[in-house]
């Protein structure tokens, strides 16, 4: 995508919602997940950056909408943290909704404020690397920890597809007995609580802003909850546009996108994109 010019997306309802939130950016939410979508999906999700112009395209757009949404199921510190979102000028209208929305962090405030976590979480990691062992050895899988879910990596396997899928049941039967569910991605298998996810956090962020037009953007299969909540407001007349941070691992977002970049980088160019045509349109009605 050329960095000077916005792509035009394919889908009738995403060209409405572009429209929407260039018309009026004040009224608009920006929503975007972390990993894969403003940062590189990396081997150790430790060493997981943000690309290095996030955060001035986002400094350049937040201001101009209503807020800019980031929607992880890291902690919500740990993605600020790994973002390098904190103390940036410009970055008012950011808050991070960290847990798919369990926790938030507020640019504002800086702090991050939070429910007790799911007991089930704890149970479940005690009793994981026994689960893990019975399930055959797997030499390069390992345990993330997150505070309110425990993911599965099997990304460093020999054969990570392999691995994926011979663990997939065992996983499933643990979360189920401590009354989690399994969450698939992109050679990651999370255990978590029910009911939240980042279609639920991104729909109750709009409604309590109030926002009148929506853009998501994210890369994996945990996004998919998001392009429904944005498919839901649009049928309730909130415009939305759908962008997919592109790979070859995961086609299921890419089929339903409105839009589809080059991974993270063209991401950020989507972000600098809509601040300059946002401040062209600006300076041409003054």
Sequence with gaps: MDADA??????RPGRDGLAALLAQPGAAIVG??????????????EQARAHPDAVPALAALAPKVASVAVIT?????????????AGVPGLDHLTVLGHY?????????GTVTAPAPHPGVAAVRAE???????AGAWPGTWIEEKGR?????T????????AFEALRAPLADLAARHGLIVEPGRMVLELRPPGVDKGAALGEFVRKTGAESVLYAGDDLGDLPAFAAVEQLRSDGVPGLLVCSGSTEVTELAERADVVVDGPAGVVALLRSLA??????????S
């Design 128 to 134: 994981l690397p026994g689960v893990l062992d019975r």
């Design 6 to 11: 916005l792509p035009t997306p394919q889908t």
């Design 155 to 162: 990304r460093r396997a020999a054969d990570p597809e392999a």
């Design 32 to 45: 975007l997940d972390f990993d894969g979508t403003l940062a590189p999906i990396v081997a150790d999700p």
């Design 149 to 153: 879910a425990v993911a599965v990596h």
């Design 73 to 85: 199921g890291r902690p919500a510190g740990v993605a600020v943290r790994y973002g390098g979102f």
């Design 276 to 285: 300059a045509e946002i401040d062209h349109r600006s300076s041409a009605a």
């Design 101 to 109: 929305g369990a926790e938030r962090w507020d640019a504002v405030t």
